[in-house]
Structures are given as structure tokens and as C-alpha cells.
């Protein structure tokens, strides 16, 4: 009996082994990153893999987090009225686990002198359970690129011709105006807001990681009436005293840029938009003029 069981363990450990080792071996074939074809990735990747395909430290400044990253910096205005090289890293719906993921990949072709982490990656609500389904997600993901990529057998084998790439800077220049109308949402108060320990787990490995690559981390909330408030602020306020670091969250900061929430945002005050995008872009690159030595590259 006990040799039996002996045996069935076996066979189900041989099975997982080969398993795991199938899944590995397709992931090869079908991770676009790998194989240096960005024209194949998921449409909400394509920021991500343009960061990772760039020339090696092409960027001072790397902007990073969830689509309120995408529409914070616009990387164009920096560099034609600063001369500092950015790039605006960023994917729509990220989460802080693919953050850091995508972080430790990026590091090791680029090493910027500032890291700009937007942080509803860090803020936004969620339970504890999204979060961690979400952060398993991310986990296995990039163990196995053939679970993200699996539809790729549609292009390497020819049955369907890809779109051609455009290389792009990760910012998105939204030019629709949607007003936001709904009431003031930052009312100064002493309460601090609880944030899923996951992604407090995960920003305190990103801490680790700015650290041991000896790059400056800033933390930025990019102005969102839906997604921002007073307790949010004094939470990240508190995280940023304690580990030593700048926080600038412009939703404290709106008359300060001259945001205006009837022309400044897309979407009824999720994201802002181009016009808002000037502001904060503008106000971020004199911060990052008074406070970092950055190369200007107008010259290049």
C-alpha cells in the first residue's frame, strides 16, 4: 500500500515537472519581449515593452504606474522646453505588482536618475481578495508569458499579419474635454485612509529596489476627482515622511497649477487630459530641474 501511494506521488510530481517545463518552453517561443517583436503585444502592454526595447539608458527620467501615469508627464514638452529625456512607463489597469515586475525587468537596461511613481497604483480602492488574485496574476504571468501571449499562434504561425510598431513615449495626449461636475472631493481632514496591505508590501519592494539601484523615488498622484481624497493623501503623506521621500500629489495643488476640472480632464475627472497634462508636466519639470542634475539633451 504505502509503495502504491509512494508511486502515485511520483507520477503526479513527474506530471507537474512536465508540466511546468511545457509552459516554459512555450513561453519562449511566445514572449514578443524575448523575441524583440513589440508589434505582438497585448494592446495595454505596448508602453511596458516599448520601455523594454528602448535604447539602454536612453531615459533620465522614468515615469511609472497605472493609466493615471499615462496621462501625468508628457515626456515631448520635457524634452523640447527642458532637454530631459523621459519615458512615461506605464499600462492600463496596472497593478502594483506588475509595477514592481515590470520595475526589476526595466532596471536592468535603464538606470534613470528620478523614478516618478504614480500612486493610485498604491491607492485605489480594492479588497484584499482583488488584490490578491490580481497579484497571483501578475506572478504567473510573467513565470509563463504563453498564459499572456497564448493568442500570438495566430501571427508565428502566418495566419495573421501583424500591425507594424510605432515606437511611442507611454503618454497619452487626450484632447476631448469631458467636464468633471460633481463636488469638491478634497476636504482637508486628520483621517488617513486604510491601503491594501498587498500593495503596501509591494511599495515598500519598490522602496527596496530604488534604493539598491541608488535612484531617487518621488511619489506623485496625478489629479483625479474620482479616484483621490483627503485620507488618501495623508496615508501616502505619512509613508513618503517615513522612508525619506518627496510626495506631490496635485489634487492639493490645483489652484497652485491652475487645474480647471471643466476643461482639464477627458472623463468627468478620472483622468486629466492634454490641457491638464501641460500643467502637471510643467510644474514636475521645474521640481525636477530645482532638485536633480539632469543632462540637458536638446543638443543630441
Known sequence: MQTSKLKRWMEIFAFLTLFVAVLKALSLVF????????????????????????????????????SEAMVLVSPEILMDEAGISSFNCNQLGQRIADTYIFMQKILERQHPKVIILETNVVAQDTILK?????????????AFPIIRYHSNWRYLSGLVEPEDYTKVDGYEDILVVDPYSGDQ??????????????????????????????????LVSSPSAVNMNYPKHNTLKDY??????????????????NLDWSQDTGDKGDHINAYGGEKTTRYLMKYLKENYDLPDHRED
Open 31 to 66: 514572449d514578443p519581449v524575448r523575441r524583440n517583436q513589440p508589434e505582438l503585444v497585448l494592446p495595454r502592454d505596448k508602453n511596458i515593452v516599448a520601455a523594454l526595447a528602448d535604447e539602454e539608458n536612453s531615459s533620465d527620467v522614468l515615469i511609472v504606474g497605472d
Open 130 to 142: 482583488t488584490e490578491a488574485l490580481m497579484t497571483n496574476s501578475a506572478i504567473i504571468n510573467d
Open 185 to 218: 472631493y478634497m476636504f482637508e481632514t486628520d483621517e488617513r485612509a486604510a491601503i491594501n496591505p498587498i500593495a503596501m508590501y509591494y511599495l515598500d519592494k519598490i522602496c527596496e529596489l530604488c534604493k539598491e539601484k541608488d535612484i531617487p523615488l518621488v
Open 240 to 257: 513618503a515622511d517615513k522612508h525619506g521621500l518627496d510626495y506631490i500629489d496635485f489634487n492639493v495643488l490645483a489652484n497652485e497649477i
